[in-house]
């Protein structure tokens, strides 16, 4: 604040250029809503994301270097998942102007009933999973995204692995604990 402007006056300045956020919670929203319509998530890839971005998603161990790998990342999921619907619940921009950071927080639901996803065959379950964004950006395009979610929550919900504190969960995780005691007793027995 300069010595000739009130504190009131200076809030209601309008932002020089090189203060003005490329990216902001509505342009995030904006992308994100683009989810429920299909094409418009696609169109223009060379607008939304840089050539070379670094996209990571963790609870695939999968990493992205390139535009085409991040479309046909999504176009795979869209196919497995076809009537996928995303809700954005909290957004939070931080960063320089031209490099701005976000954090995304979100719900997707919709019916694995489509194509295989991750070697997986459909099985025409509902899904409802949360999960998280973080996103760097490069001059309003995408330069980085790393994703998580959770996988344990996605394979109960199509069956993959049975629902928490079932008969099938408790038994998998007896035998599990069964066979960790087993391996300590051994360990314990070879350092004697």
Known sequence: MSALTTHDEEKQMPETKAQTKVVDEAKI???????DSRESFFADPEARWIDRPHYR???QNL???????VVAWFRGLFDA????????????????????RATVRWRITGTFSGS????????????????????????????GNNIYYDQLT???????LPSEGSVGDKAITGAF?????GRAAIRERSAH
């Open 29 to 35: 929203r904006d992308v994100f809503a683009r989810f």
């Open 57 to 59: 998603v963790f609870a």
């Open 63 to 69: 990493e992205m270097r390139t535009r085409d790998e």
């Open 81 to 100: 998942v076809p009537d996928l619907h995303m809700d954005v619940e909290e957004v939070v921009v931080a960063g320089e102007p031209g490099r701005e």
């Open 116 to 143: 295989p996803y991750m070697g997986i065959e459909p099985t025409g379950r509902p899904v409802d999973i949360r999960g998280m964004d973080l996103l760097s950006f490069e001059d309003g395009r995408v330069a």
């Open 154 to 160: 996605f394979a109960r919900q199509i069956g993959m």
């Open 177 to 181: 604990n069964l066979v960790t005691k």
